[in-house]
Antibody
Framework: EVQLVESGGGLVKPGGSLRLSCVGS????????MVWVRQAPGKGLEWVSS????????YYADSLKGRFTISRDNAKNSLYLQMDSLRDDDTAVYYC?????????????WGRGTLVTVSS | EIVLTQSPGTLSLSTGQTATLSCRAS???????FAWYQQKPGQAPRLLIY???SRATGIPDRFSGSGSGTDFTLTISRLETEDFAVYLC?????????FGLGTRVEIK
């Protein structure tokens, strides 16, 4: 089955860190650019970060101000998001998704998401 | 960044009817790099349309996309029960990619 499965979400205090993981299966993970998108409670979708299939190009939303780091391990079919200095407004469901065509950032396969709650 | 405004906020329709959803961009979308997604409660978004009018794999032809420049439309013909959901538009012609807040299609 073609799918993406996220994990690593949870409750963390402001200023804390969390590392999200996303495992792909049923397709050639190493051939696909990948992305993290988040959705705060009751809000719209927000692009977080994108990573080329070979990690040669990395992009972040300006609002993150260097607090998040995206990476991947193609040998493990895995995508990661290291989140540091977390703030209340980082509370959201975080989705990983696949970029089907390099350079065209629409997303054709999504995971079910993992919830990150930042609260004291 | 490009702001996408979707209208209406909610559409109340019956099965068999046609839904017409609009999305207006704050500036012109280059190369018609525009997508539509369906999202149901507690589920991930599902790609419906990309390139403004190309249907994604497995999407029935009841779903069609059109538009260019700043105005885009998703049309759902012959509404079926499983079509009642929230629909989101996205532009990917200019970085950062941005999404609209959605139109809810509900059963009348």
């Amino acid at each position: 089955e073609v799918q993406l499965v996220e994990s690593g979400g949870g409750l963390v205090k402001p200023g804390g860190s969390l590392r999200l993981s996303c495992v792909g299966s049923g397709f050639s993970f190493s051939s696909s650019g990948m992305v993290w998108v988040r959705q705060a409670p009751g809000k719209g979708l927000e692009w977080v970060s994108s990573l080329a299939r070979d990690s040669s190009h990395i992009y972040y939303a300006d609002s993150l101000k260097g607090r998040f780091t995206i990476s991947r391990d193609n040998a493990k079919n895995s995508l990661y998001l290291q989140m540091d200095s977390l703030r209340d407004d980082d509370t959201a469901v975080y989705y990983c998704a696949r970029i089907p065509v390099a350079g065209q950032w629409y997303f054709d396969l999504w995971g079910r998401g993992t919830l990150v709650t930042v609260s004291s | 960044e490009i702001v996408l405004t979707q209208s209406p906020g909610t559409l109340s329709l019956s099965t068999g009817q046609t839904a017409t959803l609009s999305c207006r961009a704050s500036q012109s979308i280059s190369r018609n790099y525009f997508a539509w997604y369906q999202q149901k409660p507690g589920q991930a978004p599902r790609l419906l349309i990309y390139g403004a009018s190309s249907r994604a794999t497995g999407i029935p032809d009841r779903f069609s996309g059109s538009g260019s420049g700043t105005d885009f439309t998703l049309t759902i013909s012959r509404l079926e029960t499983e079509d009642f959901a929230v629909y989101l538009c996205q532009q990917y012609g200019t970085s950062p990619p941005t999404f609209g807040l959605g139109t809810r299609v509900e059963i009348k």
